[in-house]
């Protein structure tokens, strides 16, 4: 038995899956790649965007701060606690430090000349090997400046801008802190970006799994229906389109079934029909072979000796009586022959019609046995009769008389060893079935279906002092079809065994 692979098919079966998987396996790279070339190209740009942004945004929170008010200091270090930045306050007129994050001058520690007019152009590809303050833009509320700390070696953004009190605000923040959040940030993005392929990749393989596998179960089916095997069904329990085509593959898988087996069924009937003309064909060459033969001898007596009469070989009046007798004994015969071949070709052709009547069938076999009294002693065969009481039928009495007559002759001409033959009956629910056995040797099995076909007779010597054509069974199988009723014979241990059933007349006990 073929094991199934249920994760990862055969590879003549997973085509399907694998352009699917590929196919969104390309959109999972390509997102990718996308994310992590804007994560590389624009993260920082976007950070440093952020940094002027906080810096305008602190400078403007100390210009909303009231110079004279009494808490100025304290909300000037809450700003720079919150933002987390250095923050100088410079008055405007006299340049004097108001306010500074740190006790000491920060100035001092920076290369600042802020009465220079901010005309440098800073290379931000090489800000980091600059010694001195460069402007790096200017606006209409200021200008953001770069610069290096001596003592340190920081390099620091720096915004200033002029408060509406006129006073000068600087407000730092540190360019490798920026940097480093920057840094920090895209390696955490390319983390969650390479993770999020991975299940993405995960996620795709299953759900191609998932979608191609009635696939690969329908194109498995249809290989099995393309072989002429219609065992296997598609198994689905999706109500979409790929589980009506699944219960499709499996209405014309059985359809196509049901008509492979009706197909079938005709091709056997058809080779039974054709069979059947061949033994037909087969039996009307033999039937005209055996007419032939049982007219050509007697025909052929007939004419020896009606040439002998003519031309007159014995004067003998008891000679010349003698062929007459033998010529219209011939003529009888042949005249028996022919009579027995329209009476069986009139019931083969469907035209003849019983003359079907209630009758006892006990008195037709009592009479019947009578009137072969004589036969009967003259061979020394004893005839013994067991029957039921009072069996009445339905049927043509004449037509089942020559049944009848047409079994006990065959018993009469067959019957050896004990020299004894039985006729018993036996009842049924719709019909009695009355057998003629007779003892001897048993029938060959390859003849017995033979034996009810024209002119057959098992010895094939074709001896003629009986008198016998080998049509009586034929006669009997045609008479029994017109009744619709079963007729057979099978071998016995000591003999053989002919039977034909009879129609019971069922009484009405109601009345």
């Known amino acids: ?18 352009q699917l998987f590929i196919q969104l396996l390309t959109i999972v790279l390509l997102m990718v790649t996308f994310l992590l070339l804007i994560n590389t190209k624009f993260i920082e740009t976007v950070f440093y965007a952020k940094a002027r942004a906080d810096l305008n945004s602190i400078a403007q929170e100390i210009n909303e701060i009231d110079v004279q008010s009494a808490s100025f200091y304290d909300e000037v270090k809450k700003v720079e606690y919150d933002k987390m930045s250095y923050i100088e306050i410079l008055d405007g007129r006299t340049n004097a430090l108001v306010y500074s994050t740190a006790m000491n001058d920060l100035r001092k520690h920076f290369l600042f000349d802020f009465d220079q007019n901010f005309n440098f152009v800073v290379d931000t590809a090489h800000q980091k090997k600059l010694d001195e303050v460069r402007t790096l833009d200017t606006t209409e509320d200021g200008a953001y400046l770069i610069g290096r700390e001596m003592a340190s070696d920081i390099t620091y953004v720096l915004y200033r801008s002029v408060l509406d009190s006129g006073n000068v605000v600087n407000v730092y923040l540190q360019l490798n802190i920026i940097q480093s959040n920057a840094h920090y940030t895209s390696a955490i993005m390319r983390t969650v970006i390479c993770i999020l392929g991975t299940v993405l990749m995960i996620a795709f393989f299953i759900y191609s799994w998932k979608f191609t596998r009635p696939l690969i179960e329908i194109n498995d089916v249809t290989k099995h229906v393309a072989k002429m095997d219609f065992s296997k ?14 219960e499709n593959i499996n209405s014309m898988s059985d ?13 056997r009937q058809l080779e039974i029909d054709i069979e059947h003309e061949h033994k037909m064909e087969k039996s009307r060459k033999e039937f005209v072979s055996n007419v032939s033969h049982e007219l050509k001898t007697p025909l052929a007596i007939i004419q020896g000796y009606a040439e002998g009469l003519k031309l007159g070989v014995s004067d003998n009046p008891e000679d010349n009586e003698e062929y007459l007798d033998i010529i219209i004994e011939e003529s009888k015969r042949m005249n028996t022959l022919v009579l027995d071949l329209l009476e069986l070709s009139y019931y083969e ?39 039921k009481e009072d069996m009445q039928v339905y049927g043509d009495e004449q037509k089942l008389g020559m049944v009848l007559n047409n079994y006990f002759s065959n018993a009469l001409s067959h019957c050896k060893n004990e020299m004894k033959i039985e006729i018993t009956s036996e009842e049924y629910d719709e019909y009695y079935r009355i057998s003629v056995f007779n003892t001897g040797e048993n029938i060959s099995e390859e003849i017995l279906e033979e034996m009810w076909s024209n002119f057959f007779r098992g ?12 049509i009586g069974l034929s ?26 059933d009879v129609k019971k007349v069922v009484k009405d006990l109601s009345i």
Not at 255 to 267: I, V
Not at 459 to 470: A, L, Q
């Open 349 to 387: 052709s469907g035209t003849y019609k019983l003359n079907e009547a209630e009758f006892s069938l006990n008195n037709m076999i009592d009479d019947y046995i009578l009137a072969q009294k004589k036969i009967i002693s003259d061979k020394n065969i004893t005839v013994e009769v067991n029957l």
């Open 1 to 18: 038995m073929k094991k199934k692979h249920f994760l990862f098919p055969r590879a003549q079966d997973k085509s399907v899956m694998l």
């Open 459 to 470: 010895d094939k010597s074709h001896r003629r002092e009986e008198g016998r054509f080998g």
């Open 233 to 246: 069904k598609c198994v689905s329990k999706s109500n979409n389109e790929l589980g009506q085509l699944a």
């Open 255 to 267: 359809s196509l079934s049901k008509a492979m087996g009706d197909l079938q069924e005709k091709n």
């Open 475 to 500: 006669i009997v199988a045609a008479i029994q079809n017109m009744h619709s009723m079963s007729f057979g014979c099978e071998n016995k241990e000591n003999g053989v065994r002919f039977w034909f």
